[in-house]
């Protein structure tokens, strides 16, 4: 086929022999099957950012680390130069989570090099060397649900226990190949730690997946592994070898409004006693307040 501009420089650089065929083109890149010492893989070709579809980057990016101040600063301000290096920190993310999930033994795409925006990787195939399936391309059995369902709810505890969240997971960013399920596409790749929106994330995908396998699989539908992990994880109990039953117990108890108020209520004379010892002055309005809401909680 007529040889992409993008990969021309790693042809002539000779890190591609030949350019075989476009496998997919979608809102985040376009995708060849590569001929790449003497291997077949795969050259993923990111899409620049004024021609992507996806449109939640910041929500999906917060908490990502950025070690150099001047370059946080920059992209902070959204100069142009911080534009520029806030586009290459997105780019990066993908190859940065293959690397460190490879490392923790999450089946992923192997990565063989990113230059220029384009990522190579491991191509995935089936049973009979062919291009891997998508999950939601495949009919499974009852059996190949329930094992292909536990093979991914190990992988993202792995996930989680390197301190990542794919933030995207489904049918349709999961290959089936001849090994089993194969997490792919994770530029969204989202930090554990420092995302406020983590957790929420991380059982959706979670639920993601038992919606699907529970299609061939009915009984995987009453599962609760988000909840359980994610339990474990902010407990500081969970390991990639942690003993999970699928099962999580949801606290029913009715909230104690009195008792929620009455810790309300120390916080703000507490504040009111700082501000007072600060000022002279005392709050108004606090202690009026305090005392409005005891009445009327009384009259109830």
């Known amino acids: ?80 130069y911080g534009q520029k290096e806030q586009e290459q920190a997105w780019l990066n993310a993908e190859v940065d989570a293959l690397y460190r999930l490879a490392a923790a033994d999450v089946r992923v795409p192997r990565p063989h090099g990113f230059i220029d925006g384009v990522l190579l990787m491991e191509m995935i195939t089936d049973a009979e060397g062919l291009t ?34 794919h933030g995207d997971l489904s ?14 596409d994770l530029p969204q790749a989202v930090d554990a730690a420092g995302n406020n929106s983590a957790e929420r994330m991380f059982e959706r995908d979670v639920d993601n997946m038992r919606r699907y396998f529970g299609r061939f699989a009915p009984e995987l539908l009453a ?3 988000g909840k359980e992990i994610w339990a474990l994880y902010a407990a500081g109990d969970l390991h990639p070898d942690s003993p999970l039953t699928g099962c999580f117990e949801h606290d029913t108890r009715e909230v104690d409004v009195e008792e929620l108020m009455t810790v309300i209520e120390d916080v703000r004379k507490e504040e009111a006693e700082r501000r007072a010892a600060l000022t002279g002055d005392r709050e108004p309005g606090v202690e009026e307040a305090a005392a409005d809401w005891r009445t009327a909680h009384n009259e109830r």
């Open 223 to 225: 599962t609760d592994y």
């Open 132 to 165: 891997a399936p998508r999950l939601d391309d495949v009919t499974l059995t009852a059996d190949e649900a329930r094992a292909h369902y536990a093979k991914v709810i190990d992988d993202v505890v792995r996930m989680l226990c390197a301190g990542l969240i």
């Open 171 to 184: 049918e349709f960013n999961v290959l089936l190949a001849a090994d089993g399920p194969v997490i792919i």
């Open 1 to 80: 086929m007529k040889i992409p501009k993008r990969l021309q420089p790693l042809i002539d650089d000779g890190l591609i022999d030949a350019v075989e065929s476009q496998l997919m083109s979608g809102k985040e890149a376009q995708v060849y099957v590569v001929r790449s010492h003497g291997e077949r893989r795969c050259a993923k070709v990111f899409k620049e950012a004024k021609q992507r579809s996806f449109k939640q980057a910041v929500q999906y990016q917060e908490g990502r680390r950025e070690r150099n101040s001047r370059r946080s600063r920059a992209m902070a301000k959204k100069t142009r």
